[in-house]
Nanobody, 114 residues
Framework: QVQLEESGGGLVQPGGSLRLSCVAP????????MGWYRQAPGQQRELVAT???????RYASFAEGRFTISRDNAENSVLLQMNSLQPEDTAVYSC????????WGQGTQVIVSS
């Protein structure tokens, strides 16, 4: 099993920022696509952003211009910098590793509220 260790969630006010981190096994991190998805209560899980081993990125429309996904190669981690957060961004954010059928982290809660 692939263990993905997530951190960085929390409670922020509208307009605030959070940075999520996902630490992956080195052999997975180096060679496979990784990313972040989110799921609000009662909603389906949806793509936020992905990043390939070569650095190419993909963003959902709601994330474009506000969120930035990146790789920290020294720490085997994928970062998601989220700026200008809005209440509709409230969700559980889960790390994804695109190896085999795909692996998921346990999720980290993000709440945007005043």
């Amino acid at each position: 099993q692939v263990q993905l260790e997530e951190s960085g969630g929390g409670l922020v006010q509208p307009g605030g920022s959070l940075r999520l981190s996902c630490v992956a096994p080195e052999n997975i991190f180096r060679y496979y696509v990784m990313g972040w998805y989110r799921q609000a209560p009662g909603q389906q899980r949806e793509l936020v952003a992905t990043i390939r081993s070569g650095g190419r990125t993909r963003y959902a429309s709601f994330a474009e211009g506000r969120f930035t996904i990146s790789r920290d190669n020294a720490e085997n981690s994928v970062l998601l910098q989220m700026n200008s957060l809005q209440p509709e961004d409230t969700a559980v954010y889960s790390c994804y590793a695109g190896v085999g059928a795909g692996h998921w982290g346990q999720g980290t809660q993000v709440i945007v509220s005043s």
